[in-house]
């Protein structure tokens, strides 16, 4: 019989009986087990974890600080998200709209499927998902028609400062910076919609917005630019730094224990099968795109002009994959029919012709543009 809590009349509350106590759960028994390795590791050689948060400190520092709070890619971050905005109120996104919506039609897919693509050409895909899952419901999209819309949308840069940055390293490269960026950027919003149509999200249906949305801020220029300003230090400092801080704080562990240089050097060398440059590449994968083009620039006129163009292509997408299974996911699960599941199948599809499109780029398309 389970013993009564007494109160006393001073309002405290007596313990329960020692044998109705839980017993230790799981992480309990973790916890326990890391505070013994711990206390036994300071007794026997506390040099081991003085020297393990050095090598943490060692292998965040230099991207933080160096290229991103003092160097020229925070810098780059801040810039781009004014130019952007400055575009966008401008025009430049309704115009878009203008283009590519009836080419939807024409292909006899509901045009509401363009538009995340569309607004995210500046880069600004959380907005993207949370503006155009609400007007795809409106529009009666089906699901398949929702799928088709983010694997598109994922097929050009998740920030503007990579798609800046890229056409700088492009331009040291030598290529023909028009052919690319009309190919790469813009020619996926035509394409990709039209061969996932007739393959795997067969599901679509000819309808008309009954109303073309408005994209076009309606603010001052000077709110516009304090406003682009303001979010581009955020974007810098509440979004890519932390980002950037974790992934390599767990890059720093695994060098520590010996798994990230075979692990890395396997990645690498699979990236440079398919004419991608292997260390920006594997930025654009694991941290940020945006520091994936910053790094390509500074090597960009010594390399191969293919590697240049592939890496460009691949880093003007939906990663890192922490956007591509955390946050692409849980806007569009929020803001749309699709499920969280349903949108990282649909990023997939879209992140692997990504990687499609910038093989066949820099292996069969860079040849004619140098």
């Known amino acids: ?129 949370r503006i155009s899952g609400s007007i795809l419901r409106q529009a009666g999209a089906t699901r398949d028609e929702q799928k088709i819309a983010v694997a598109t949308m994922v097929q050009s840069q998740q920030s503007f400062s990579t798609f800046m940055l890229g056409v700088v390293a492009l331009t040291f490269s030598g290529v023909n910076v028009f052919a690319v960026v ?41 709110t516009v630019l304090f406003k682009a300003a303001k979010e581009g230090v955020e974007l810098l400092l509440l979004v890519l730094i932390p980002a950037v801080a974790l992934v390599y704080f767990f890059i720093g562990i695994l060098d520590y224990t010996g798994i990230w240089q075979p692990f890395s050097g396997w990645l690498e060398a699979s990236l440079l099968s398919i004419n991608i440059e292997p260390a920006t590449g594997l930025l654009s994968i694991l941290v940020s795109p945006t520091l994936a083009m910053g790094e390509l620039q500074s090597m960009a006129q010594n390399i191969d002009p293919s590697l240049v163009v592939g890496s460009f292509v691949l880093a ?36 692997f012709m990504r990687f499609v499109t910038a093989f066949l780029m820099a292996v069969y398309l860079t040849p004619f543009i140098i």
């Open 182 to 222: 009309v190919i790469a950027v813009f020619m996926p919003l035509i394409l990709s919609p039209w061969i996932l149509s007739l393959t795997i999200f067969r599901n679509v249906k000819n309808k008309d917005l009954l109303k073309m949305p408005r994209f076009t801020p309606t603010d001052d220029f000077s």
């Open 316 to 351: 003007s997408s939906g990663l890192p994959l922490s956007a591509v299974f955390g946050q692409i996911p849980v806007v569009w699960a929020e803001n749309s029919d699709l499920t969280e599941k349903e949108t990282i199948a649909a990023v997939l599809v879209g992140i």
């Open 1 to 129: 019989m389970k013993p009564e809590t007494v109160v006393t009349q001073a309002g405290d509350v007596t313990s329960p009986d020692v044998s109705e106590r839980r017993g230790l759960e799981r992480i309990e028994v973790i916890g326990l087990g890391l505070l013994g390795i711990g206390l036994l590791t300071l007794l026997i050689s506390p040099g081991i974890l003085a020297n393990g948060f050095d090598i943490l400190i060692d292998s965040v520092q230099p991207v933080v600080v160096d290229v991103f709070l003092t160097g020229p890619v925070g810098i780059a971050v801040i810039i781009s998200v004014i130019l952007g905005r400055t575009f966008e109120r401008l025009g430049f996104t309704d115009a878009m709209m203008r283009v590519f919506v009836p080419m939807m039609r024409f292909l006899k897919i509901n045009p509401a499927v363009i538009i995340p693509s569309v607004y995210n050409i500046f880069g600004d895909i959380n907005a993207a998902g």
